[in-house]
């Protein structure tokens, strides 16, 4: 296990509009004012998303198994925003439904706006954190450390 202790920065509060989508608007504000680090909240709704829902298989690399949703439906999601080779990443899982369709996952794809999305980004400062690549899974992954 690694962690480190920091504290609460600023606090950003967005609309996100029909239509946009999810990670550029995120990342652009982490990005515009130099976010390196922030747990981030959503709530409102999702127009379509390509859902990573699990793995299809883990071995011998793991390969995403996406669901595509196309809603328009509800959702409610935690994340963080990390940097990954110096620039703010916003990694998210949600869940999202309509109707009789209730998914949860990692909304990708293209995750585009439906009518709303309310959006807090609790910044984190006191940390030195970034996504890095594992030489084993060959995915980026956290890596955190004490200032």
């Given at each position: 296990?690694?962690?480190?202790?920091?504290?609460?920065g600023?606090?950003?509060?967005?609309?996100?509009?029909?239509?946009?989508?999810?990670?550029?608007?995120?990342e652009?504000i982490a990005?515009?004012e130099?976010?390196?680090?922030?747990?981030?909240?959503?709530t409102?709704g999702?127009?379509?998303?390509d859902?990573?829902v699990?793995?299809?298989?883990e071995?011998p690399?793991?390969e995403?198994?996406?669901f595509?949703f196309?809603?328009p439906?509800?959702?409610?999601?935690v994340g963080?925003?990390?940097?990954d080779?110096?620039?703010?990443?916003?990694?998210?899982?949600?869940?999202?439904?309509?109707g009789e369709v209730h998914?949860?996952g990692?909304p990708?794809?293209?995750?585009?706006?439906?009518?709303i999305l309310?959006v807090t980004?609790i910044e984190?400062?006191?940390?030195?954190?970034?996504?890095?690549?594992?030489?084993?899974?060959g995915?980026?992954?956290?890596?955190v450390?004490?200032?």
């Amino acid at each position: 296990m690694e962690y480190a202790i920091g504290k609460a920065g600023r606090v950003a509060a967005a609309r996100l509009f029909e239509g946009e989508n999810l990670y550029d608007c995120i990342e652009s504000i982490a990005s515009k004012e130099q976010i390196k680090c922030a747990a981030v909240l959503i709530t409102g709704g999702i127009r379509k998303a390509d859902v990573v829902v699990g793995p299809k298989v883990e071995t011998p690399k793991i390969e995403p198994n996406f669901f595509n949703f196309t809603g328009p439906g509800e959702t409610l999601g935690v994340g963080t925003i990390y940097c990954d080779e110096g620039v703010p990443k916003l990694h998210i899982h949600a869940g999202i439904g309509r109707g009789e369709v209730h998914i949860v996952g990692c909304p990708r794809g293209g995750a585009s706006v439906f009518l709303i999305l309310e959006v807090t980004i609790i910044e984190i400062v006191g940390i030195n954190a970034a996504r890095e690549k594992d030489p084993q899974t060959g995915l980026k992954l956290l890596r955190v450390a004490s200032c």
